[in-house]
C-alpha cells in the first residue's frame, strides 16, 4: 500500500506527512487495519524499540473546578458521583506516589482540577515534589495543574519538578464547543510557559467527543507544531452527570487508527495511551502497544495490585519491556534539542523567559 509505505518512509525521517496522509490513516478500512498498525509500529520501534514507559497518577485535588469542559465530571455543575476533596498532604501524596513508583512507574504526574494553581497552590505542589523526590529520587515529576500564569512554570521547575502536561483535547476550531470559561490559546500559551521553563512539556487530545477526522488531524498537527516531548491521547469516558454522556462514539477498530495516525505525526514523541483505554480497545489494547510507547499503570494498583499487575503482564505477553530508569525515555537528537533551545531561552532570555527564571 503506498500510503503505508510513505508514512514510514516519513517517520523513520521524522518528516511530517501531509493532512491528506493522516485523514487517510484514519479512512483505512478495517481490512486494512493490521497493515497500518504493524507500519507505525515500524516507526514506534525506531524511536523507542519495544520499551513501555510507565506512569501513575496521584489525583492532588479532585472535583469542585469552576471551568466548564464538558467532558470533565470534575466540571462546574457536574452531578456525575466522584470524589471530592482538597489537596492531599505531601505525605499522603508521597505515599501514593511510593505505590506507582513500587508497581513500575518511571513517572509520577501529580493532577489538580481547577482552572490554574495560585501561587500558594504551587507552593503546595513544590512541598509535594520534595516528599516524592526524598524517597524516590530518580522519580520523573510532571505536575497537570491547568493553566499557568507567568513564573509559575519556572517555580516548578526550581522545585524539581521535570514535566508539566496540558493538553490541547480538541482542534482550535471547536474548542467552543467543548469548553466556554478558556479557549484553544490559553492552552497553548501555558505549554509554552512550561517549554520555556525548561520543563518537559506533555500535551496530547481527548477522542470520541463527537469531533470529525479533520478535526483530529488538526489538533494532532497543532501539536506537532508544539512539539511536546509527550503525546497523551485520551478516549472519552462519557460520564453521567456531564454533557458528553451518552457519547459513545468510539470502537477498537478506531481508536487504534487515531493513535497510528498520532504515531505518524508525531514520529519520536512519547505517544502515551491515556484515559479510556480499557473502555473503547477493550481486548485490542495489546496491538495499541506496536503504537504507543508509553501507558498509565492500572488505577487500582495502591489497593491490590492486581490492575497494575494486569498491565505488566499485558506487555510481557506482547513480547514488549517496561522501560527502567537506567534508560532515557526520548531518542537522543530530541534531548539535545531541548537541550539547545532552553539554552537559547536562557541565553536569550526576553520575551520567551517568565518574569521569574
Ligand atoms: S479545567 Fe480541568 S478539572 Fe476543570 S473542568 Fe476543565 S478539565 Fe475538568
Known amino acids: 500500500m503506498d500510503l503505508l509505505t510513505t508514512l514510514v518512509d516519513k517517520g523513520l525521517r521524522r518528516e511530517l506527512p501531509t493532512r491528506d496522509e493522516a485523514l487517510a490513516v484514519l479512512r483505512t478500512s478495517d481490512d486494512e487495519l493490521l497493515d497500518v498498525v504493524a507500519a507505525a509500529g515500524k516507526v514506534r520501534r525506531q524511536w523507542f524499540g519495544r520499551r513501555v514507559k510507565l506512569n501513575y497518577l496521584v489525583n492532588l485535588k479532585s472535583g469542585l473546578c469552576p471551568e466548564d469542559c464538558t467532558y470533565c465530571s470534575q466540571r462546574l455543575g457536574s452531578s456525575a458521583e466522584i470524589l471530592k476533596y ?14 506507582g513508583v513500587k ?3 518511571k513517572r509520577v504526574c501529580l493532577v489538580a482540577s481547577g482552572r490554574g494553581p495560585t501561587d500558594r497552590d504551587v507552593d503546595r505542589v513544590s512541598e509535594t515534589i520534595a516528599a516524592i523526590k526524598e ?8 505536575a497537570c495543574l491547568g493553566l499557568l500564569k507567568d513564573g509559575q512554570a519556572a517555580r516548578l521547575r526550581e522545585a524539581g519538578a521535570d514535566a508539566y502536561n496540558h493538553n490541547l483535547n480538541t482542534s482550535e476550531a471547536t474548542y467552543g464547543d467543548i469548553c466556554s470559561t478558556h479557549d484553544f490559546s490559553d492552552r497553548v500559551e501555558t505549554v509554552r510557559h512550561a517549554q520555556s521553563a525548561g520543563l518537559s512539556a506533555c500535551s496530547g487530545l ?9 478535526d483530529l488531524v488538526d489538533v494532532v498537527f497543532a501539536l506537532r507544531e508544539l512539539d511536546p516531548d509527550s503525546v497523551p ?6 460520564m453521567e452527570g456531564t454533557p458528553l454522556a451518552g457519547e459513545w462514539n468510539l470502537n477498537p477498530q478506531r481508536a487504534l487508527r487515531i493513535l497510528a495516525m498520532t504515531r505518524f505525526v508525531c514520529p519520536d514523541s512519547e505517544v502515551r495511551l ?8 477493550r481486548s485490542m489494547q495489546p496491538l495499541a502497544l506496536h503504537l504507543v510507547n508509553s501507558i498509565f499503570l492500572g488505577d487500582y494498583l495502591t489497593s491490590e495490585g492486581q490492575a497494575g499487575q494486569a498491565d505488566l503482564d499485558m506487555i510481557a505477553d506482547a513480547g514488549f519491556e517496561v522501560e527502567g530508569t537506567d534508560t532515557t525515555t526520548l531518542p537522543g537528537h530530541r534531548r539535545e534539542q531541548e537541550r539547545g533551545q532552553v539554552g537559547v531561552r536562557r541565553r536569550g532570555a526576553g520575551t520567551e523567559l517568565p518574569p521569574n527564571a
Open 135 to 142: 524517597q524516590n529520587e530518580d522519580v520523573e515529576i510532571c
Open 274 to 281: 491515556a484515559g479510556g483505554r480499557e473502555v473503547h480497545l
Open 103 to 105: 508497581g513500575g512507574a
Open 206 to 214: 481527548i477522542a470520541g467527543m463527537g469531533e470529525t477526522d479533520e
Open 86 to 99: 482538597t489537596w492531599l498532604k505531601p505525605d499522603e501524596a508521597a505515599q501514593a506516589a511510593g505505590a
Open 233 to 238: 491521547v485520551n478516549f472519552l469516558i462519557p
